[in-house]
């Protein structure tokens, strides 16, 4: 990792910044990721987006953006990763394309479940306890719901997490996905809508190839229904994901955390987050020194070194491994000025302005950050952050260029700014 330019801005003019870029994308009770690019609600942006607002002390508008999320949940308890509130033709594939048949209109899959231990942490820090424990009260069953779901039918051989398609990982065209994904159909006779190249390089965003294949997985899990019990049966993909099964992780063990004071069971969430341990545990690979995706279909490790592998700190992973990994992200800090890249810089399939094959985001410095703590590793937590902050000095783009820190992808970007607020500046600097 480099060492940190010298600070530019106070954390007051950077937390009136971010603070604005959140109110720019706020839509009443929900929060976009950004204006024009991603015109909805997003699941996993969710979790560090009522961070930010609590952050601020804006503690009405952080529990209610939890409550509209999972007010989309589906019966199952799965919560969808895209939330279509209003109509919107900024936005490919829109709800017209996943005809889910839900109220409101949602996608059919689902994303990492950080919504959950962003309600965990809300309640800690909430100074209303009466209001703290009134919301984790409604909130506690339909958490619990949905990683029960991700625990009945997502668990894949070594009892990790399944993702059924490379959307629901959150890091859409990363590397560890390529293998699998090749092996999927494509929509070959459609033509693609890519609303997103409009605002945004094609060089920064994933290729029309991709979106083909993607489109394959929907059309695939659109013709059998979309049966949420048996999606890893029914999807082209389907692949073990370190990222996905350390947020599930922490997210069980952050409701077991609180459950006592929130006066709630903790019996499901113990079992769970006991289960996704073992699941993580089973992705180390040895030989690389670094949690990998495992291929269900090929029966098979899949992928280089990726952020993924990285962000399994977040869940607790074991110590020894933790610092196997960050003697290999020091190895990457050779090649790049900036950490962390979400792709090993050194392979092959790297490309630093792409999406998730290279660049920087500061949610995955955050999880890295978060887990490099839980490991005793606080020095190099701290080292991180600093750096992140001054990425974030220059404004809250989408991701960062790691080889200079140059800001791409969107603009106005909530996590980036929320992260901003609740992690890299100090609360009591708030204009």
Not at 182 to 193: M, Q
């Amino acid at each position: 990792m480099a060492n940190a330019q010298p600070n530019t801005k106070t954390d007051a003019d950077l937390r009136k910044d971010a603070l604005a870029v959140l109110t720019g994308n706020r839509q009443g009770t929900y929060t976009v990721p950004a204006i024009g690019l991603y015109p909805y609600q997003w699941c996993w942006d969710t979790g560090p987006i009522v961070l930010g607002w609590a952050s601020v002390g804006q503690w009405d508008q952080a529990w209610g953006e939890l409550d509209k999320l999972f007010s989309a949940q589906w019966p199952s308890g799965m919560v969808p990763h895209i939330v279509f509130w209003e109509q919107s033709d900024d936005y490919f594939p829109g709800p017209e394309v996943w005809s889910t048949g839900r109220e409101p209109p949602t996608t059919g899959l689902t994303q990492p479940p950080l919504p959950v231990s962003a309600a965990a942490r809300l309640f800690d820090a909430d100074p209303d306890r009466d209001r703290a424990r009134e919301q984790i009260g409604l909130l506690w069953p339909r958490l619990v719901a949905w990683l029960a779901w991700i625990e009945r039918a997502r668990t894949g051989p070594h009892l990790a997490a399944v993702v059924v398609h490379p959307w629901e990982s959150g890091m859409d065209n990363s590397p560890a996905w390529d293998e699998p994904l090749a092996a999927t159909p494509e929509i070959s006779n459609e033509h693609l809508e890519r609303r997103d190249v409009a605002t945004v390089s094609a060089k920064q965003r994933p290729s029309t190839k991709e979106y083909r294949h993607y489109l394959g997985i929907v059309a695939a899990l659109r013709k059998a229904g979309w049966d949420t019990e048996r999606q890893v049966a029914d999807s082209p993909f389907a692949v073990e994901d370190p990222a996905f099964t350390a947020i599930m992780r922490r997210a069980a063990s952050d409701l077991a955390d609180i459950a006592d004071a929130a006066g709630q069971d903790a019996s499901d969430v113990t079992r769970i987050a006991t289960q996704a341990r073992a699941g993580l545990a089973g992705l180390w690979d040895e030989q690389l020194g670094w949690y990998r995706a495992f291929d269900v279909r090929a029966s098979t490790p899949t992928g280089p070194p990726t952020a993924s592998g990285l962000a399994a700190m977040f869940g607790g992973a074991n110590h020894a491994h933790a610092h196997r990994m960050v003697d290999g992200l020091q190895a990457w800090s050779s090649a790049v000025k900036f950490s962390v890249p979400s792709s090993d810089p050194t392979d092959k399939s790297f490309d630093p302005i792409r999406y998730w094959r290279g660049p920087v985001w500061v949610l995955v410095n955050w999880l890295v950050a978060d887990g490099m703590k839980l490991a005793g590793l606080e020095d190099e937590a701290e080292t991180l952050r600093a750096e992140t902050r001054a990425l974030v000095e220059q404004g809250f783009p989408e991701y960062y260029d790691p080889r200079d820190g140059t800001g791409i992808g969107g603009q106005g970007f909530s996590w980036s700014a929320a992260l901003t607020l609740d992690w890299l500046t100090k609360p009591d600097s708030t204009p």
